[in-house]
C-alpha cells in the first residue's frame, strides 16, 4: 500500500544563490596598487592572500624584466591594459589547477599614481570554464 500522506508540507531547499551583492566602499591611497574582482569559483579555489600574491608577484616580475631590457613599463594603459590581463589569467589558470569546481572569472585593475591626483587605471579581465569536472 502507498505510504499515508504527509500531514506536513516538504521543508523548502536551502537557497544556493544570492542575488545580495558583497559591496564596500573604499577609499584608495597611493599604497593601493591593484584591486581585484573574481567570482566564486575564483575565491572558492584561492584565499584572498593567494589572490593578493599571484599578481603582486606577477606585476614585480614583469616590471623587473622590463626594467632589465632597458624598457619602462608603466602600469597604465596601453602597457597597464596587458598587464592586468595577464594577471587576470594567472588568477585564473592558478585556480582551475587549483581544482575549481566552478566557473572561474577575474578582472585586475591595475592602478598608476602619479606624482600627485586621480591614478591612471588599467583593466584586464579573464575567465575560465569547467567542463565535465576537469580544467580545460
Do not use: Q
Amino acid at each position: 500500500p502507498p505510504p499515508p500522506p504527509s500531514s506536513s508540507p516538504p521543508a523548502a531547499p536551502a537557497a544556493v544563490i544570492s542575488v545580495e551583492p558583497h559591496v564596500a566602499a573604499i577609499r584608495l591611497s597611493e599604497a593601493d596598487k591593484f584591486a581585484v574582482l573574481g567570482s566564486d569559483g575564483l575565491y572558492d579555489a584561492l584565499s584572498d592572500d593567494e589572490v593578493v600574491r599571484c599578481v603582486d608577484d606577477h606585476v614585480r616580475a614583469t616590471v623587473a624584466r622590463a626594467a632589465a631590457g632597458a624598457h619602462t613599463l608603466r602600469c597604465a594603459p596601453p602597457d597597464g591594459c596587458a598587464l592586468a590581463r595577464e594577471c587576470a589569467r594567472a588568477l585564473v589558470k592558478r585556480a582551475l589547477k587549483n581544482g575549481a569546481a566552478d566557473n572561474v572569472t577575474a578582472l585586475v585593475v591595475i592602478f598608476d599614481w602619479p606624482a600627485a591626483g586621480t591614478p591612471a587605471v588599467a583593466v584586464g579581465g579573464a575567465a575560465g570554464l569547467m567542463t565535465g569536472g576537469a580544467a580545460p
